[in-house]
T-cell receptor
Framework: SQTIHQWPATLVQPVGSPLSLECTVEGTSNPNLYWYRQAAGRGLQLLFYSVGIGQISSEVPQNLSASRPQDRQFILSSKKLLLSDSGFYLC?????????????FGQGTRLTVV | LAKTTQPISMDSYEGQEVNITCSHNNIATNDYITWYQQFPSQGPRFIIQGYKTKVTNEVASLFIPADRKSSTLSLPRVSLSDTAVYYCLVGDTWSDYKLSFGAGTTVTVRA
């Protein structure tokens, strides 16, 4: 069966520090991968998505970046965090086997920038 | 993905049926309609999906009229644990890879 791992679960980082969040998917090949951010009480904001290794599409210009070094690995990074980067970060994947594929989400990372 | 419109919030009481309607006037021929449920501090989870007419599973029913320009998620006999945000997505993951969630509908179930 397919599973998605996302870590860490919580993170407190000072302003100006770097960030690296990792997401891995097991049990599937060539998934579409996504990074979302959710501010408190708000909806899901799509940050990046990837349809293949090295292929990253950015939805929102900001000081975050994403990389996909392997087929089932998706990394969210920042060189210098801002207070506004605080939020709940979610990784998700969909299969490319079916046109009606649903999305599966990781457990999320609660990031607090102080 | 087709643009969707759904109510911001809905209130209900335990044991009642909750119906959430999502409008998607520019739905494309290959698009599917998918609903997700999200609890606080968790990722959304798939509830139900359909293309036309009616789909039912152990959690909910999805009603889609013939023109497919709207859909209604029906939650039968809700309980306090059904309090969550519900998202409607319309799309075809083969031609549009973006999965953009709107604001969703916050359903609050009261005792």
């Amino acid at each position: 069966s397919q599973t998605i791992h996302q870590w860490p679960a919580t993170l407190v980082q000072p302003v100006g520090s770097p960030l690296s969040l990792e997401c891995t998917v097991e049990g599937t090949s060539n998934p579409n991968l996504y990074w979302y951010r959710q501010a408190a009480g708000r909806g899901l904001q799509l940050l990046f998505y990837s349809v293949g290794i090295g292929q990253i599409s950015s939805e929102v210009p900001q000081n975050l970046s994403a990389s996909r070094p392997q087929d089932r690995q998706f990394i969210l990074s920042s060189k210098k965090l801002l207070l506004s980067d605080s939020g709940f970060y979610l990784c998700a994947w969909t299969t490319t086997d079916r046109v009606e594929a649903e999305a599966f989400f990781g457990q999320g990372t609660r990031l607090t920038v102080v | 993905l087709a643009k969707t419109t759904q109510p911001i919030s809905m209130d209900s009481y335990e044991g009642q049926e909750v119906n959430i309607t999502c409008s998607h006037n520019n739905i494309a021929t290959n698009d599917y309609i998918t609903w997700y449920q999200q609890f606080p501090s968790q990722g959304p989870r798939f509830i139900i999906q359909g293309y036309k007419t009616k789909v039912t599973n152990e959690v909910a029913s999805l009603f889609i009229p013939a023109d497919r320009k709207s859909s209604t998620l029906s939650l039968p006999r809700v309980s306090l644990s059904d309090t969550a945000v519900y998202y409607c997505l319309v799309g075809d993951t083969w031609s549009d890879y973006k999965l953009s969630f709107g604001a969703g509908t916050t359903v609050t179930v009261r005792a």
